[in-house]
C-alpha cells in the first residue's frame, strides 16, 4: 500500500508562484510514477505533470515553461513548482503515485486534494 497525501495549495494573484508538495509513505519503493493531475470544477481530472523513477518528466502542454515537477527521493516527497500561475490553473489539485504490483499489474492511490485558487 502506498499513501499520499498533498500540501501547499491556497489562495495567489495571477502571476504569482506556489509550490505544491506530496509526502508519499508505506511501500513508497514500489511506486514507479508519481504525478499531479488537476480538477476544476465541471471538468474532467487531467494530467498536470508526472515523473518516472528514472527522472523522465511529462508535461501538460497548457503548464509546460511555467511548472516543474521534482522529487526528493531521500525524503518520499514530490513536488510541483508553479509559476507566472494563471486564473484558468484554479483547480483542485492532485498527487496520484502508481504502484507495480508486477509485471502486468499496477495499482493507483490517490491523496485528498488541495485546492489552488488564481485570482485575477
Known amino acids: 500500500q502506498v499513501q499520499v497525501v498533498e500540501s501547499g495549495g491556497g489562495l495567489v494573484q495571477a502571476g504569482g508562484s506556489l509550490r505544491l508538495s506530496c509526502a508519499a509513505s508505506?511501500?513508497?519503493?514500489?511506486?514507479?510514477?508519481i504525478g499531479w493531475y488537476r480538477q476544476a470544477p465541471g471538468n474532467e481530472r487531467e494530467l498536470v505533470a508526472e515523473?518516472?523513477?528514472?527522472?523522465?518528466?511529462i508535461y501538460a502542454d497548457s503548464v509546460k515553461g511555467r511548472v516543474t515537477i521534482s522529487r526528493d527521493n531521500a525524503r518520499n516527497t514530490l513536488y510541483l513548482q508553479m509559476d507566472s500561475l494563471k486564473p484558468e490553473d484554479t483547480a483542485v489539485y492532485y498527487c496520484?503515485?502508481?504502484?507495480?504490483?508486477?509485471?502486468?499489474?499496477?495499482?493507483?492511490?490517490w491523496g485528498q486534494g488541495t485546492q489552488v485558487t488564481v485570482s485575477s
Open positions: 496520484k503515485a502508481r504502484r507495480r504490483i508486477n509485471a502486468f499489474r499496477t495499482s493507483d492511490y
Open positions: 508505506g511501500s513508497t519503493f514500489s511506486i514507479n510514477v
Open positions: 515523473i518516472s523513477t528514472d527522472g523522465s518528466t
